[in-house]
C-alpha cells in the first residue's frame, strides 16, 4: 500500500492539512496517509524528509502560509529550496502547496484560497501516484491551483 505523507505548520492560518486529508479522502483507495505538523515552513523539509525515512512516504505534500513581509517571502524561497534538495536526495515528489497571506484580500478570501489550493495540490499529488497519464493529459492547459485556469496558449492539435 502506497503512502502519502502530509506536512503542514502551525503557523498557518488555514487548516490546510485537514483540507488536503479531505479532499485525499474522496480521491481513491490503495494508500494511507501520514501527517506530520511542524511550526513554520522552513521546518517543512524536515519533516519531509522524516515522512520518507520513518513514516515509509512514496510522495509528500508540503502545505504552508508565508505572511506578508519581504522576510516571509524570503523565508518561504528557502524552505523551497529545502524541499528541492529533500526531494531530490530522496528520489521522491514532494508536491510543495504554498498560500502566501497577501494573495487574498481578505480573510474569507484567504480561507477560500487555501482550501482550494489545498484541495487541487492533494489531487495533484494523488495523481502523481495513481493516475500519471492525466496529468501528461493536461500538459500545457494553464491549470492554476486555488484560482482560476490560465488555459493554454494554443489548443493542441
Known amino acids: ?26 480521491a481513491g ?3 494511507r496517509v501520514v501527517r506530520r505538523t511542524v511550526p513554520g515552513i522552513k521546518d517543512l523539509p524536515v519533516a519531509c524528509r522524516r515522512l520518507f525515512t520513518e513514516d515509509g512516504a512514496d510522495l509528500c505534500l508540503a502545505l504552508g502560509m508565508p505572511g506578508k513581509a519581504e522576510y516571509d ?3 518561504a524561497h528557502e524552505a523551497s529550496l529545502g524541499l528541492i534538495f ?5 528520489a521522491k515528489p514532494i508536491v510543495e502547496c504554498f498560500v502566501f497571506e497577501g494573495e487574498a484580500g481578505d480573510d474569507r478570501a484567504l480561507e477560500t484560497l487555501a482550501r482550494r489550493r489545498a484541495e487541487e495540490h492533494a489531487l495533484n499529488a494523488y495523481a502523481l501516484l495513481f493516475r ?3 496529468l501528461e493529459r493536461a500538459a500545457g492547459a494553464g491549470l ?14
Open 144 to 157: 492554476r491551483q486555488g484560482f482560476a485556469d490560465a488555459g493554454a496558449v494554443r489548443r493542441a492539435r
Open 86 to 90: 529533500t526531494g531530490v536526495l530522496e
Open 29 to 31: 483507495t490503495g494508500f
Open 1 to 26: 500500500m502506497k503512502r502519502i505523507g502530509v506536512a503542514d505548520t502551525t503557523f498557518a492560518r488555514v487548516d490546510m492539512g485537514r483540507y488536503a486529508l479531505r479532499a485525499l479522502e474522496g
Open 73 to 75: 517571502r524570503t523565508c
Open 132 to 134: 500519471p497519464r492525466a
